[in-house]
C-alpha cells in the first residue's frame, strides 16, 4: 500500500473510530439525562451505602486491573527497560483482563445510572459522569483500531492511555471520594 492511500484508510478508520466513540459515549449520557433517579435501587443486594461500598470496592479492582493492562500493553510493546521477549501468553492476558475491566464497569454503570442518572452538579459528579460516558466510547474507538490492524505507533498508545486516564478519573471521583467520608482528597 502507498504513503497516500495508508493515509486515506489511517483518516477513515479514525473517522469512524471517533464517530462512534461520540456514538458510544453519547448513549449512556442520553440515557443518564433521560431518566428518573431511583436512590434506592440495588447492586447485588446491596442498597444505598452499601452499595456504594460495594461499587467502591469493585471500582478498586478496576483500577487494579487497568494498571495491570498497562503493564502488559507496555511489556507487549516492549517499553519496560530490559525486556527483550514477550511470550505469547502476555498478549492473551492483555485481552483477558481487558475483557474483565469491561464487563467489570457494566453493572456498576448500570446502577449508577438508574441510582443517580447522569448529574451535572457538583463538579465532582459531573467529573465522574462524563469521564464514565467518555470510557466507553474510548473502549469502542480502541477495538476499532484493534481490529483495523492500521499500523499507526501512535494510535493504540493513545486509546489505551485514554482508557488508563478514564478508569483513574472515574476512580478517583467515586470510590477514593467514598473511602475518603465522601471528601474529595486534594480539594
Known amino acids: 500500500m502507498d504513503a497516500d492511500a495508508h493515509r486515506r484508510r489511517t483518516g477513515v478508520v479514525v473517522g469512524s473510530a471517533s464517530a462512534l466513540a461520540l456514538a458510544v459515549a453519547l448513549a449512556p449520557f442520553l440515557v443518564g439525562r433521560a431518566i428518573t433517579p431511583d436512590y434506592a435501587s440495588g447492586l447485588f443486594g446491596q442498597h444505598l451505602t452499601d452499595a456504594v461500598r460495594l461499587k467502591a470496592r469493585l471500582a478498586t479492582a478496576i483500577l487494579g486491573l487497568a494498571m495491570v493492562q498497562l503493564l502488559l500493553a507496555l511489556w507487549m510493546y516492549r517499553r519496560l527497560p530490559r525486556v527483550r521477549t514477550v511470550p505469547k501468553a502476555v498478549p492473551r492476558a492483555h485481552r483477558l483482563i481487558g475483557a474483565l475491566v469491561f464487563l467489570g464497569t457494566i453493572p456498576i454503570t448500570v446502577h449508577c445510572i ?12 459531573v467529573v465522574h459522569s462524563l469521564s464514565a460516558c467518555f470510557f466507553y466510547g474510548a473502549f469502542a474507538a480502541k477495538v476499532v483500531f484493534v481490529r483495523s490492524r492500521l499500523r499507526v505507533g501512535w494510535l493504540l498508545p493513545l486509546a489505551g492511555g485514554l482508557l488508563v486516564v478514564a478508569v483513574v478519573v472515574i476512580w478517583y471521583t467515586s470510590a477514593l471520594w467514598f473511602f475518603n467520608d465522601f471528601q474529595m482528597p486534594g480539594f
Open 114 to 125: 438508574q441510582t443517580y442518572g447522569v448529574e451535572l452538579t457538583p463538579v465532582r459528579a
